[in-house]
């Protein structure tokens, strides 16, 4: 795997929370998402930015919904996890928690 | 129903880069719909321009050098057939002053003026045949190539006032003054004369 094809940390959180949302993941509840879980503002730019890098590696792909007005007339749309990009996460969870594992600095959950 | 600010809106619509432009601006529409402020748009906006940019940027390194590189050897060619013009169009307006003269009685200011203003018109049209050339050169990422030429005109342009010797008379500050000013128009014609970007709106499909 090349690292153009690894996932980046925003990426990672993206992808998650699309995971987390299932069906209804587009934009709007991204971002909430996000921003709900992290506890900072998210730019809507940055998670599309994110999101087109994803669908590029072939980790995400998309699908356009429904215009609505409170919308502007302007169509949703939808992301959901391919099977390549679950099967990334997995991957990267693994070795994330190698890494986390014994380490005394992280116990107790205090910085 | 709330409407988000016009401008912003239109500025992303004209300019934001992403390839899910439209999926932004209605996500956007939908939250500032839900209560949030004209800051937060205007934020959102921007950091969406930007963002779009140098995603497309970063995907297509090569594509924007050349597309600077082009954008400014049409502007050095440019500059130069503009010169050459002007000083030709200024040798026949002086003859032209002479003969009408004799027959209409006009401001001595008048071949000046004339002049002025035809340089000005010719100025705008250079920069946005240099934008109208790179949008149909580097589409579909046209906005991007643009944008990434613009600042560097922008940058160029701060360096020299930045490396502008302060103890120079005021005469010539009021020249840089002027530079600057119409520098900053010409980035505006650029962007006119790539149409606002207004044909790309394929974006959604052009990945």
């Given amino acids: 795997m090349t690292k153009r094809d690894q996932l980046g940390s925003f990426e990672l959180m993206v992808i998650l929370v699309l995971l987390r949302l299932g069906e209804d993941a587009y934009g709007v509840p991204i971002c909430e998402e996000l921003e709900k879980r992290t506890g900072r503002d998210v730019a809507v730019g940055s998670v599309y930015a994110a999101l087109e890098r994803l669908e590029v590696k072939g980790f995400v792909t998309s699908e356009l919904g429904e215009p609505t007005a409170e919308r502007g007339g302007r169509a949703k749309k939808y992301f959901h996890v391919t099977a390549r990009g679950l099967k990334e996460v997995r991957e990267t969870q693994r070795s994330l928690v190698k890494l986390w594992n014994g380490l005394p600095e992280l116990q107790g959950g205090k910085a | 129903m709330t409407r988000p600010p016009r401008l912003a809106k239109w500025l992303l619509t004209h300019f934001g880069c992403s390839p899910n432009n439209d999926a932004v601006i209605g996500d956007l529409d939908e939250r500032y719909r839900q209560g949030?402020?004209?800051?937060?748009?205007?934020?959102?906006?921007?950091?969406?321009?930007?963002?779009?940019?140098?995603?497309?940027?970063?995907?297509?390194?090569?594509l924007t050098l050349r597309a600077i590189f082009t954008g400014w050897a049409l502007l050095l060619a440019g500059g130069f057939l503009f010169r050459t013009v002007v000083v030709y169009v200024n040798k026949i307006l002086r003859l032209e002053y002479r003969w009408t003269s004799t027959v209409i009685p006009t401001h001595p200011m008048l071949?000046?003026?004339?002049?002025?203003g035809l340089s000005l018109v010719l100025a705008c049209c250079g920069w946005a045949t240099v934008g109208w050339i790179l949008k149909r050169i580097y589409q579909p990422h046209e906005k991007a190539m643009v944008l990434a030429f613009n600042t560097t005109v922008l940058a160029a342009l701060a360096f020299t006032i930045w490396t502008l010797d302060r103890s120079t008379a005021a005469m010539a500050h009021a020249t840089w003054l002027i530079g600057l000013g119409g520098n900053i128009v010409g980035v505006l014609c650029t962007l006119m004369g790539a149409g606002f970007f207004r044909t790309s709106t394929a974006n959604e499909f052009r990945r």
Avoid: C, K, M
């Avoid at chain 2, 949030?36 to 940019?53: D, E, F, H, K």
């Avoid at chain 2, 071949?111 to 002025?116: D, T």
């Fill in chain 2, 36 to 62: 949030r402020s004209n800051t937060w748009y205007w934020r959102q906006v921007l950091l969406a321009i930007i963002t779009g940019a140098f995603q497309e940027i970063s995907d297509h390194p090569s």
């Fill in chain 2, 111 to 116: 071949s000046a003026g004339v002049l002025i």
